[in-house]
């Protein structure tokens, strides 16, 4: 059961750090908008922070969150 919770943690933040890397793409082919936007020269980082752990992994019932950085504006 524990290493069906850590695959799934895992899983889990895999797919926000995707989604996270992914969106600036997203929103430049987009295009619109007031055209003050820097997204292709633009870099950003997502790290998550495990709060709650005593191990280094994230278990289920334990709280998180996430360390985001961009230099778009």
């Known amino acids: 059961?524990?290493?069906?919770?850590r695959m799934?943690?895992?899983m889990a933040a895999?797919?926000?750090t995707?989604?996270?890397?992914?969106?600036p793409a997203a929103g430049?082919?987009?295009?619109g908008g007031s055209g003050k936007s820097?997204?292709?020269?633009?870099t950003s980082?997502?790290?998550?922070?495990l709060l709650d752990s005593t191990d280094g992994l994230a278990h289920?019932?334990?709280r998180v969150t996430f360390n985001v950085a961009t230099t778009a504006t």
Request: aromatic share 2%; no cysteine.
């Open 28 to 31: 430049a082919a987009r295009g």
């Open 38 to 42: 820097n997204i292709a020269g633009s």
């Open 8 to 10: 799934l943690t895992t």
């Open 18 to 23: 995707v989604v996270m890397a992914l969106a």
């Open 45 to 49: 980082s997502l790290s998550l922070v």
């Open 1 to 5: 059961m524990r290493s069906r919770t």
């Open 60 to 62: 289920y019932g334990q």
């Open 14 to 16: 895999l797919a926000v």
